[in-house]
């Protein structure tokens, strides 16, 4: 079997094979409670911050042998009633966080009983429109990684240019002002 970890989650708003999940071993009972299904959300239930609880991934793939992780807490929306992508954006904002933030117990190591997660109530639309604020939210999320990709290319040639100009390998005419 293969490991979806806190790193994993911490680290990548959406779990899919390109993630590089250690390896482990289950039990069958194991394998049937904590197998990742897409649609799934898991977020953080223990970190040395209480800031840092309740951090959501989605599930974005269908992930055969891969296993919620130990300090994960392992949500799967009911089909008809909730969207697993609404549910990691409902769990990615502020106010939510601060629920769960105020929620934690701990001293040096913070953490969310399975109650306090189980018994959260949040007021959602209906399943139509949940999947329709999902899929904008995906849109602006790819839009905005495009704009990141652009944004480093454009340092690169910057740093690139800057390099050739200092070096007198490129040489720019001032034009006079009048």
């Known amino acids: 079997m293969r490991l979806c970890n806190y790193t994993d989650v911490y680290y990548n708003p959406h779990i899919t094979n390109d993630i590089a999940f250690m390896d482990a071993t289950a039990t069958q009972s194991q394998i049937d409670r904590f ?5 799934d959300v898991v977020i953080t239930k ?3 911050s209480p800031d840092d609880i309740a951090i ?3 599930v974005d793939a ?6 919620c992780g130990y300090h994960l807490a392992l949500i799967r929306p009911r089909a008809n009633q909730a969207d697993g992508a609404f549910l990691s954006n409902l769990f990615s904002l502020k106010k939510t966080q601060r629920y769960f933030f105020t929620h934690a117990n701990g001293a040096t190591r913070f953490g969310l009983s399975v109650d306090t997660i189980r018994d959260a ?3 959602i639309p209906a399943l139509e429109e949940q999947q329709r604020v999902a899929k904008v939210v995906r849109a602006c999320e790819r ?4 704009y990141r990709k652009q944004l480093v290319n454009i340092k690169e040639q910057r740093k690139a240019l800057m390099q050739q100009l200092l070096s007198g390998k490129l040489r720019v005419k001032a034009e006079e002002v009048t």
Do not use: H
């Open 56 to 58: 959501p991934a989605l």
């Open 35 to 39: 197998s990742l299904r897409r649609g």
């Open 143 to 146: 839009s905005i990684a495009n």
């Open 62 to 67: 269908d992930l055969d042998g891969v296993l």
């Open 121 to 123: 109530t949040f007021c």
């Open 46 to 48: 223990d970190s040395e």
